[in-house]
């Protein structure tokens, strides 16, 4: 099993610019999150998705739409890139639906990350 | 705004000392995790603590829940260098997870 993946590992993008970022599970896992991680901040919460067909913001979700594409996967995506969106993108997923982002207490299980750079 | 601050933020220790890491908040938090983060990952659960005034060993690592459940530490006895990473205390809040600053541990054969 893989676990979460994420694609690309790495990307530059010039201001302006779109691109989405992938993330798919094998886990069976109902809610799937994006993070990102800056220095010094930990990570934040930009978009979650309870359960299958259904999302919601976060704590940073000015400048990105997400869509769930189905029950294994969950993209992000950044239609006018800016500089402010350098980071490096987590995507995670737990097992338990419910209310919000936390229903439940289950462990929530992170992919690698994509490491983006916006000139 | 529900906030939590680590300290130290950065942590450079020789292998075999002892060390503790803060995270520290004035919300209440109905549930604390601690995960671990190497360069190029992504964060992994260590441990998720529950009733105020709990503690929770994992080896050579004690994890303390504060009894009014504003804060918690981490102490890692007799340091390895396989310690080392990023270590990030997150609580659960209202509808999410808020993750602490972060502290960032060295520790050096």
């Known amino acids: 099993n893989a676990g979460v993946t994420q694609t690309p590992k790495f990307q530059v993008l010039k201001t302006g610019q779109s691109m989405t970022l992938q993330c798919a599970q094998d886990?069976?896992?109902?809610?799937m999150y994006w993070y990102r991680q800056d220095p010094g901040m930990g990570l934040r919460l930009i978009y979650y998705?309870?359960?299958?067909?259904?999302?919601d913001k976060g704590e940073v979700p000015n400048g990105y739409n997400v869509s769930r594409l189905n029950k294994r996967e969950f993209s992000l995506r950044l239609e006018s890139a800016a500089p402010s969106q350098t980071s490096v993108y987590f995507c995670?997923?737990?097992?338990?639906?419910?209310?919000?982002?936390?229903?439940?207490?289950?462990?929530?299980?992170f992919g690698p990350g994509t490491r983006l750079t916006v000139l | 705004t529900q906030l939590l601050e680590q300290s130290p933020q950065f942590l450079s220790i020789q292998e075999g000392e002892n060390l503790t890491v803060y995270c520290n908040s004035s919300?209440?938090?109905?549930?604390l995790q601690w995960y671990r983060q190497e360069p190029g990952e992504g964060p992994v659960l260590l441990v998720t603590?529950?009733?105020?005034?709990e503690v929770k060993k994992l080896k050579r690592l004690t994890f303390q829940f504060g009894d009014a459940r504003k804060d918690s530490s981490l102490h890692i006895t007799a340091a390895q260098p396989g310690d080392t990473g990023l270590y990030l205390c997150?609580?659960?809040?209202?509808?999410?997870?808020?993750f602490g600053t972060g502290t960032r541990l060295q520790v050096f054969p």
């Open positions: 995670a997923t737990k097992r338990a639906g419910g209310t919000g982002a936390m229903g439940g207490t289950d462990t929530q299980y």
């Open positions: 886990m069976n896992h109902n809610s």
């Open positions: 998705s309870a359960s299958e067909g259904t999302t």
């Open positions: 919300s209440v938090f109905s549930s």
């Open positions: 603590v529950v009733t105020g005034g």
């Open positions: 997150a609580g659960r809040g209202t509808d999410k997870l808020i």
